[in-house]
């Protein structure tokens, strides 16, 4: 019943999409010109859990409202990928209709809602000729920061740049939630994949709490965030608030976003406890097994550990940078790799044993630097991770000692 429910949805999304439009472009005065936040919520991809908006505008020449969004790039693209990996990304700004635009986001099973922005007409010809301006094809494309440098805060600039600074002002003094970690976390905590990886990469920079302009990266809470601003008497205008309460053009029938995340260390524990058990166990299997165990466990931390040194050193991810999970995992484990054929050839030498014993110090004083430091809850769960498996390759590599009697298997 589940799935013909699912089926029913989708084959009614088109006519829903056709009466959402159609609903919204009679509920809106266009004859005012009226500039609007369009604000969409989370969709499907990962790159859609983070939610999107536009600036919408009339368009004399086209005779038609227009969506003007930030937030255009292409898989197709040459070298998408590695410019992707080197925090290199190219993204663009592009105007289109606001149907056209609607109907996508609804087509895509997003909730997508409107706030009228109370600018001045002086102020309007202003958004008006930047946006113009922005959108010509030699200024238009822009290299993509996930948190400082997004289609929100392109959107957050342009209007504070026509208000003369009364957003960044306002949004200064609101406090944030959390941090950059925390709402990456929040939003990506349906993956368990996505989940590590992001305690993984980030550094203690992600840690810092948000003001409210900082913040601001995400849409929803820039679309919260105007609606509690006011603006200040001009042209004969008075004091009014920014936007006007927001109006819902679809409503998505996916579940809300989740408003908070919960700390995992738990079930890192529990997960980190099996892998080291695993090993341990491959190690009480006879040398083979000990030396198969700590080969695995040698690549996975060796190229984990590559990976967040070259993020933190080589690419442009400037939130990769002072990474505490590097003493956690690190090109060093490669050592492991070595105890492991020395293993399977009879038993690991002393230097090499005395070696995986440092990389263990080293991820436990890590980690309690960190905690200590004030980044106890990403390195605590990173911890509960990997501990369990290093202390598991040390203990196999002390059992097959070099030129020592061998044990029982």
Known sequence: MRLLRRLALRSM??????????????????????VLLLTMGQGEEVFEKFG?????????????????NWGMFDFAQPRFIQR?????????????????????????NRTVTAQELALTPRQKAQLLAALAENAREENKYYRYDYYRDNCSTRVRDA???????????????????GSYRWHTRRLLAYSAPLYVGIQLVLGVDADKPLTGWEEAFLPQSLSESVGRIELPAADGLPVRPLAAPIDTIFRSSRAAEP????????????????????????ARMGRFGAATGMALWAILCTLGGTALLLAWFATRHAFMANNPSVAMI??????????????????????????L??????????????VLLGHAESALEIAALFLPGHAAAVYASDRFKQNAPRPVA
């Not at 959402?20 to 472009?25: I, P």
């Not at 919408?56 to 038609?64: C, I, K, N, S, T």
């Open 13 to 34: 999304l088109p006519l829903l999409a056709l009466v959402g439009v159609l609903g919204a472009q009679g509920t809106i005065d266009w004859s005012r010109k009226p």
């Open 52 to 68: 999107h908006n536009a600036i919408v505008v009339w368009d004399e020449a086209r005779g038609e409202p227009v969506a003007y």
């Open 84 to 108: 992707f990996l080197s925090g290199d990304t190219k993204y663009w700004m592009e105007p289109r209709s606001f149907r056209g635009t609607i109907l996508d986001y609804q087509r895509l």
């Open 159 to 177: 209007l504070d740049v026509v208000t003369g600074g009364v957003l960044k002002q306002a949004m200064l003094a609101q406090p944030g939630r």
């Open 259 to 282: 408003l908070e995340v919960e700390p995992r260390l738990a079930t890192a524990a529990v997960l980190g406890v099996i892998v080291g058990c695993l090993l341990l166990g491959l």
């Open 330 to 355: 690190n090109p060093g484990w490669i050592v492991a790799l070595a105890a492991a054929a020395m293993v399977a050839r009879g038993g690991a030498s002393r230097g090499v044993r005395s070696a």
């Open 357 to 370: 014993r440092w990389l263990l110090v080293i991820a436990v004083v890590g980690t309690a630097g960190a």
